[in-house]
């Protein structure tokens, strides 16, 4: 038997405003795509804003169904929207924000697993890392230099 050590360095902001200016206008704009979501049965509501390479912004915000399988969460919703639209462009950062519509979300919230293996997919595709900042309505944020700090021991297309 061998250890496996995994580490993760991720770095946590006190406030959205200690973000760069660009990241605070992507949460903004994550905040606003959050307002669109559709959440009737769990009154989670979540926003995802993508800036892509070619400073193209794509907006996704979770969308639920009564087949509760069938819904979608925000940054699903953004990261096909961005593959579709733009399937050769790299993904420079994602950010994601959410609120209860029940209490105040204060902690970050992170991305979901399926969340974070949809993201890894492009990750490996465009062969470089994308930042991913995550907050909940208010407080701290969290960034991830890469998915794959966020997913560590990804399953890509190398594992089939």
């Known amino acids: 038997m061998k250890p496996l050590t995994i580490t993760s360095r991720l770095e946590v902001y006190d406030t959205p ?3 760069p200016e660009d990241v605070q206008r992507l949460m903004e704009t994550a905040a606003e795509a959050r307002e669109a979501a559709y959440a009737p049965y ?3 509501k979540v926003g995802a804003a993508i800036l892509l390479e070619n ?4 907006i996704g915000s979770n969308q ?3 087949s509760y399988p069938s819904g979608l969460c925000a940054e699903r919703t953004a990261v096909y929207a961005a593959g579709a639209k733009y399937p050769d462009v790299p993904i420079l950062k994602v950010v994601i924000t959410a609120r209860s519509m029940r209490h105040q979300v204060v902690s970050p919230v992170p991305p979901c697993g399926a969340c974070r293996q949809a993201l890894v997919e492009y990750e490996v595709k465009q062969d470089s ?3 991913v900042y995550f907050m909940g309505e208010t407080g701290k944020v969290v960034k991830a230099d890469s998915v794959k700090d966020l997913l560590p021991l990804v399953f890509d297309n190398s594992c089939l």
């Not at 400073?55 to 794509?58: F, L, T």
């Open 42 to 44: 769990s009154s989670f």
């Open 129 to 131: 890392p994308m930042e």
């Open 55 to 58: 400073k193209e912004v794509i």
């Open 17 to 19: 405003e200690e973000l």
């Open 64 to 66: 639920e169904n009564a």
